[in-house]
């Protein structure tokens, strides 16, 4: 489910921003390399274990095309994980020294923060009233996929997100129509 909400939050938010049809944009995914056994990370380790690969496009094509092309695009990216690849990255950093900005142009980071086990910690003082990004950590460029927890008990997912004001109003209105429209079904095989 990740993949399909994040697609459509990111088709909602080019066309909300109006962003120019020639220009790219990135969807930025954060991707956990822990558990990939071939990484063999060292006994002990407990540093980070993210990469940030993108799925990249033009503005134009990602808003014109259906939904299945965002999709596509987002599920290239994660399986493209390797170790090379990952080894790639590292190389790429030592490179830079340790910084590489992704926070820039028309990049969108999203991560699925849904499995992260936030909602069972418990340090003695019981379940957590929340568990997710820090309170402003969601900006202009990030969001995160999260587990949500309703005053009745209810459980779903949410995916924030913060815009300008006038292109909030346009990211809603654009949301609504790609849900509702037959041209951005998906087709069973995508799901």
């Keep these: 489910m990740f993949e399909i909400a994040i697609a459509c939050v990111w088709i909602a938010r080019t066309l909300a921003l ?3 049809p020639n ?21 002990g380790y407990y540093g980070n274990a993210l990469i940030f690969p993108a799925a990249i496009s033009k503005a134009g094509i990602l808003c014109q095309s259906p939904l299945g ?3 596509e695009l ?21 490179y830079n020294k340790g910084e590489l900005s992704i926070y820039n142009s028309w990049n969108f980071v999203a991560s699925d923060t849904s499995r992260t086990g936030l909602t069972e910690v418990d340090f003695g003082w019981g379940k957590p009233i929340y568990g997710g990004p820090p309170v402003g950590a969601i900006s202009f460029y990030t969001s995160a996929y ?20 006038q292109a ?4 809603r209105e654009e949301l609504f129509k790609i849900i509702q429209s037959p041209q951005r079904s998906l087709h069973p095989s995508l799901l």
Excluded at 23 to 43: F, T
Excluded at 74 to 94: G, H, P, T
């Design 18 to 20: 109006e962003i120019d």
């Design 168 to 171: 909030m109003i346009r990211f």
């Design 23 to 43: 220009e790219i944009v990135n969807l930025i995914c954060v991707v956990n390399v822990r558990g990939k056994h071939q990484l063999k990370l060292p006994d």
């Design 69 to 71: 092309y965002a999709l």
């Design 74 to 94: 987002i599920k290239k990216v994660k399986i493209q994980i390797s170790e090379d690849y990952v080894r790639s990255v590292l190389d790429l950093l030592a």
């Design 146 to 165: 999260a587990r949500f927890k309703n005053s009745k008990g209810e459980v779903g997912m949410v995916v924030p997100i913060c815009l300008p004001p």
